[in-house]
């Protein structure tokens, strides 16, 4: 997690730009994603037009490229898409999951909060211990099972849930790390600038059809 990762001058562009979209009723239908997501959440896809064209507009600051080269190693990756994550609320737990299961390296999230987020909006919840177990044999089915190996691996401590992240703030995270967004009881929307980003065979991997 990079607090002030983003940068200032970007960010104000990026937010003119989504309140700009959310005006355009019909482009904004259009690209609104309400059936991926579940407990409460939606996304809407940004279009690959200005400014969204722009690195540090998506996130993607030179802080921010400079740990995902480091983390690809020198692989090719890219843009996979960008969206804006809305939480509303009132909006319940998610469950435990990875964006990519099983699959270490081929993709990452950039999130970058576009509002200061306290523990009741629900920030997301991490469980890092889960990245050196990524096969799907390791994992069991049930869900009850698979909850009590990441408690028994100290993966639900209170550490992992970020008080406060202030608006900037980017955090940087392998798709197949299971993460889960807490409950907003806020009365807020909670908003994120997504951006989603693989290695060069990913979208292989993934399987698109």
Not at 36 to 47: A, K, N
Not at 48 to 55: G, H, K, L, Y
Not at 164 to 186: C, P, Q, R, W
Request: aromatic share 8%; net charge neutral.
């Amino acid at each position: 997690q990079l607090p002030g990762g983003a940068e200032a001058g970007a960010l104000r562009r990026a937010e003119r730009a989504v309140a700009s979209l959310r005006t355009k009723k019909k482009a904004y239908r259009a690209l609104l994603d309400e059936e991926q997501l579940h407990d409460g959440r939606y996304q809407v896809y940004l279009p690959f037009a200005e400014p969204f064209t722009s690195a540090p507009v998506l996130g993607a600051s030179g802080l921010v490229l400079a740990v995902l080269e480091d983390y690809f190693g020198g692989a090719d990756f890219g843009i996979d898409h960008a969206t804006v994550l809305t939480a509303g609320s009132p909006s319940g737990n998610q469950s435990l999951h990875p964006d990519v299961p099983y699959f270490k390296a081929l993709a990452v999230s950039v999130h970058t909060a576009l509002q200061d987020i306290s523990e009741d909006m629900g920030p997301t919840y991490f469980c890092p211990c889960t990245g050196e177990a990524l096969v799907r044999e390791r994992w069991p089915a049930s869900a009850a099972i698979k909850m009590a190996l990441l408690k028994r691996g100290e993966c639900l401590g209170a550490a992992l849930r970020p008080r406060h992240v202030a608006k900037g703030t980017v955090t940087i995270y392998d798709g197949a790390m299971f993460h889960k967004g807490l409950e907003n009881g806020s009365g807020r929307e909670r908003h994120i600038l997504k951006l989603e980003v693989g290695a060069a065979d990913f979208p292989r991997r993934r399987n698109y059809v």
